[in-house]
């Protein structure tokens, strides 16, 4: 292994903490200050608006990131009015008006699931980057068509995958590149529940912990699934076994028959005699010696730097797609993630159906499901 990397685990970075004496980071950063100008439009002003992406938009405004947001559009008058109100943006009536009355630079579709494909098609019509909520789409023939549409006008879509920007899975990826595991990931091993009666398991709440399966272990080839149907018809529970394609193998647990507030999730990684553990995306251990010690990170809780929605990956992913727009850095978590994600979730759901085992064919114009 080389050296650990560093990463930001929900506190202020030593350099401003003990040389600028900045604690709470909040003096004028002038590199960051001198970035460009964007112009954020927000489609979509309910629970996820209101509680995360809002708040981390002037999280990242307080910390010298030069953003505006332009407007707000939703049908709800008394959402829209509200964040108006709060944020000082106009509501316009339609994406249609915002779009005439603004100049964009950024779409965030922050609507529900059927929305964000015409949403995101009309922004991406329009010439403006767009980031889109998870799913991508509801189905993975919305997801593809909507990826191609991106690509063909060469205009940046983005996906939500915050758990990707979360300390402990940032680090944990970043410890896989640098060779904690002494191999490549050999196996994945993951685990989500929550105990809401009123969402989808897998579109609503698996997908992230498959998009981190994605992202740490590389295309999925084959799936072979198993699960249980509630009275009302959802899939309550299900186990996912998984081949990469790079030879590993993984395994997904994930039931709506549990608990939401605790234990809901659990990441392990192996490479060769090492592991990786992420629990409820909290706590970061790296066991990588028989006899010797185990390293562990995690957060100050009354550290007066938290931010849960730092915790949450937020910021973090805004940041990226930020600079992103500007040309500065590649996209962290782009459209064609989406559509894998959308994919593997399909194709679980498929091997379910049909108690078989599933392939994801590669193809050029984005993963196709194939029964074996
Ligand atoms: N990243 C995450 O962890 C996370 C968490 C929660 C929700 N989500 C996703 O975010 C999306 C929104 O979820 P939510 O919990 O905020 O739902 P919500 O129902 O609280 O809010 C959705 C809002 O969109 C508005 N809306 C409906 N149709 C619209 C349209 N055509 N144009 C503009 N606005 C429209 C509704 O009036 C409502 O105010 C969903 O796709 C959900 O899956 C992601």
Redesign the pocket.
């Known amino acids: 292994m080389k050296s650990l990397p560093t990463i930001d685990f929900g506190h202020t970075s030593f350099d401003s903490a003990f040389e600028r004496r900045d604690v709470y980071g909040i003096k004028t950063d002038l590199e960051r200050s001198a970035k460009r100008r964007l112009n954020i439009g927000v489609?979509?002003?309910?629970?996820?608006?209101?509680a995360?992406w809002l708040p981390a938009i002037r999280y990242l405004q307080t910390r010298s990131e030069p953003v505006d947001i332009a407007g707000f559009?939703?049908?709800?008058a008394g959402?829209?009015e509200k964040v108006a109100r709060l944020y000082g943006a106009r509501r316009y009536p339609s994406?249609a008006d915002l779009l005439a009355g603004q100049r964009l630079d950024l779409v965030m579709v922050?609507?529900?699931?059927r929305?964000?494909a015409?949403?995101a098609r009309q922004a991406i019509a329009a010439g403006v980057a767009t980031l889109v909520?998870?799913?991508l789409a509801r189905s993975l023939a919305d997801a593809s068509a909507l990826a191609d549409f991106a690509e063909e006008r060469a205009i940046l879509l983005g996906s939500?995958a915050?758990k990707r920007f979360s300390p402990p899975y940032a680090l944990a990826k970043l410890l896989i590149d640098n060779g904690c595991l002494k191999t490549a990931p050999s196996v994945f091993e993951g685990k989500f529940t929550l105990g809401y009666p009123y969402v989808d398991i897998l579109?609503?709440g698996t997908i992230?912990l498959l998009d981190i399966a994605l992202w740490c272990m590389g295309p999925v080839a084959r799936v072979s699934a198993t699960g249980v149907v509630s009275a009302d018809g959802r899939l309550e529970s299900a186990i996912a076994m998984l081949n990469f394609q790079s030879g590993a193998i993984g395994s997904i647990v994930t039931s709506a028959a549990a608990l939401s507030f605790k234990p809901w999730e659990r990441v392990e990684i192996i490479g060769r005699n090492a592991m990786l553990t992420v629990d409820d995306q909290f706590e970061l251990t790296l066991a990588d010696d028989e006899c010797g010690p185990s390293r562990t990170w995690r957060p100050v809780i009354p550290n007066t730097l938290m931010f849960d929605e730092s915790f949450?990956g937020y910021p973090g992913l805004l940041e990226n797609m930020f600079d992103a727009i500007r040309g500065l850095v590649p996209l962290g978590a782009t459209g064609r993630d989406g559509v894998s994600a959308v994919a593997l979730v399909a194709a679980i759901r498929q091997s379910i159906e049909r108690s078989e085992w599933v392939s994801l064919h590669q193809a050029s114009g984005g993963p196709r499901i194939i029964s074996s």
């Open positions: 489609v979509g002003c309910g629970g996820v608006a209101q995360k559009v939703d049908p709800d959402a829209a994406l922050l609507a529900p699931d929305e964000h015409p949403i909520e998870k799913p939500v915050n579109e609503s992230h949450g």
